[in-house]
T-cell receptor
Framework: DQQVKQNSPSLSVQEGRISILNCDYT??????FLWYKKYPAEGPTFLIS?????DKNEDGRFTVFLNKSAKHLSLHIVPSQPGDSAVYFC?????????????FGTGTLLAVQP | NAGVTQTPKFRILKIGQSMTLQCAQD?????MYWYRQDPGMGLKLIYY???????DKGEVPNGYNVSRSTTEDFPLRLELAAPSQTSVYFC???????????FGPGTRLLVL
């Protein structure tokens, strides 16, 4: 049972345009969500996070939106740059456990075309 | 700080062999984790540790063992390697719960 789903395996966007990556979750106990970025042959690196008490968090070109009623979050990258080309993983965790175990989605490969 | 380091970067094993994947962090993090990533899949948690001497199973622990004798090191042991264990293994650490996890560069393992 996939608790965190990224239904788009890949996304192609023109440089300068907006990239929107989507993520859905099923477990209502999740209250903290993160996006990680992964380049080939490297480990994932943290990008941005959001707590369930917020519906938006912004950091430079990156904004994460959370819709709790729909159990949906999205990552917006504006403007997109070729260096943003990577695999993006959505992850979720619940504060009910003291272990910070993350549940990851399957990832979306973003390709930003120059 | 080196962050999270993993060795080796790549290894080929024969079925039935054993090996230890090394992981170390120099950030004084309490929490450490082992994940595996299969092609087209997300990261699956194998084992985790909340501090020295304390470990627990994650989502896919079968075929693996861990130990945490120090805060810095969290080795993952594969006994009797099987082709199903062909994967990329990532170690991660975090200071507290609900904190960002920092990942190592990964170990690519091929079992033939």
């Amino acid at each position: 049972d996939q608790q965190v789903k990224q239904n788009s395996p890949s996304l192609s966007v023109q440089e300068g345009r907006i990239s929107i990556l989507n993520c859905d979750y099923t477990n209502s106990m999740f209250d903290y969500f993160l996006w990680y970025k992964k380049y080939p042959a490297e480990g994932p690196t943290f990008l941005i996070s959001i707590s369930s008490i917020k519906d938006k968090n912004e950091d430079g070109r990156f904004t994460v939106f959370l819709n709790k009623s729909a159990k949906h979050l999205s990552l917006h990258i504006v403007p997109s740059q070729p260096g943003d080309s990577a695999v993006y993983f959505c992850a979720a965790t619940g504060s009910g456990g003291a272990t910070n175990k993350l549940i990851f989605g399957t990832g979306t490969l973003l390709a930003v075309q120059p | 700080n080196a962050g999270v380091t993993q060795t080796p970067k790549f290894r080929i094993l024969k079925i039935g062999q054993s090996m230890t994947l090394q992981c170390a962090q120099d950030m004084n993090h309490n929490y450490m984790y082992w994940y595996r990533q299969d092609p087209g899949m997300g990261l699956k948690l194998i084992y985790y540790s909340v501090g020295a001497g304390i470990t627990d199973k994650g989502e896919v622990p079968n075929g693996y063992n861990v130990s945490r004798s120090t805060t810095e090191d969290f080795p993952l042991r594969l006994e009797l390697a099987a082709p199903s264990q062909t994967s990329v293994y990532f170690c991660a650490s975090s200071y507290l719960t609900q904190e960002t996890q920092y990942f190592g560069p990964g170990t690519r393992l091929l079992v033939l």
